[in-house]
């Protein structure tokens, strides 16, 4: 991409404090935003392919919004901790295997989309982040759901197509868990904790394409109750 393109791009994002450069073939974070990172608030560089997020983010302290998705990146620097006013964290469709304990330090963050990642842990630490309204972790490598899953803030947490067969009871104990999507995973109907139904927030658990049949859920003790739920959520919308 010529550097006039780019300059113009920089001129533009100085007025409106969003810089958006999709599917450019950029290899790198490119340097000059280094210029803007005073008042830039929204930055998306998706479909492109870069390798490396450098220290230097950490400089965009007005930043609200940062896509990156379909990159090449594999992890993210200690940094990014210090955007504290970011609100949307978005890296889907890249290769990072896990976060840095940082993330936990941004207070103001909404949603966090992981999807399409190589995470193979359930990541730790994420229980600091109080406003968060969205957990995308679908598409990943996941195993197990810990009991440290009860620190969550979240409001709706994805898991669909991981290769979860371990899902702790304490995920009932998350304050704010809404939406749970547990879709095409390796559950069994007796690895359902009945706190999950019975004692929980959580009004639509979603766990279609398991190793049971969705209708089997009937049986278990606490369906009645997540049923009261579902309906009155829905009633809510309708």
Known sequence: MGNSALKSHLETSQKTGVFQLTSKGLQEFPEELQKLAANLRTVDLSANKIEVLPAAVGNFLQLKSLTLNANRLAELPAEIGKLKKLETLSLNGNRIQQL??????????RTLNLSGNQISEFPPGL???RHLDLLDLSRNKIRSVPAAVSELQTIELNLNQNQISVLSGDVSLCPRLKVLRLEENCLELSSIPQSVLGGSQVSLFSVEGNLFEVKDLR???GYEKYMERFTATKKKFT
């Open 127 to 129: 229980g600091t982040l």
């Open 100 to 109: 840095p304990p940082t993330l936990g330090q941004l207070r103001a963050l």
């Open 219 to 221: 049986d278990l003790e």
